[in-house]
Nanobody
Framework: QVQLVESGGGLVQAGGSLRLSCTAS????????MGWYRQAPGKQRELVAT???????NYASSVKGRFTISRDNAKNTVYLQMNSLQFEDTAVYYC???????????WGQGTQVTVSS
């Protein structure tokens, strides 16, 4: 089992920045990809960004150029630096971790990001 604990959400004005963190514990050697998803009210959960253990990253087109995902394997932590935030970025952001065979996925409890226009 893997436990994920997120932090760093909050309220920010449009154009501002926030940094989310997610630290994994437990069976961390089973994890390859880590990343972030988000879910806005009335919408489905969507991919934001993922990063592998060897730092290969992938972004949703809506955040490319504004968000940066990074990872510190020594600290078992993944970060999401969010710049130029827009009202449309308002959502609950969830950290996730995939096992190497991608048959297992773990989720954090979610952290609220609210962008005021």
């Amino acid at each position: 089992q893997v436990q994920l604990v997120e932090s760093g959400g909050g309220l920010v004005q449009a154009g501002g920045s926030l940094r989310l963190s997610c630290t994994a514990s437990g069976s961390i050697l089973s994890i390859n990809d880590m990343g972030w998803y988000r879910q806005a009210p009335g919408k489905q959960r969507e991919l934001v960004a993922t990063v592998t253990r060897v730092m290969l990253s992938n972004y949703a087109s809506s955040v490319k150029g504004r968000f940066t995902i990074s990872r510190d394997n020594a600290k078992n932590t993944v970060y999401l630096q969010m710049n130029s935030l827009q009202f449309e970025d308002t959502a609950v952001y969830y950290c996730c971790a995939y096992t190497y065979d991608r048959r297992g996925v773990y989720w954090g409890q979610g952290t609220q990001v609210t962008v005021s226009s």
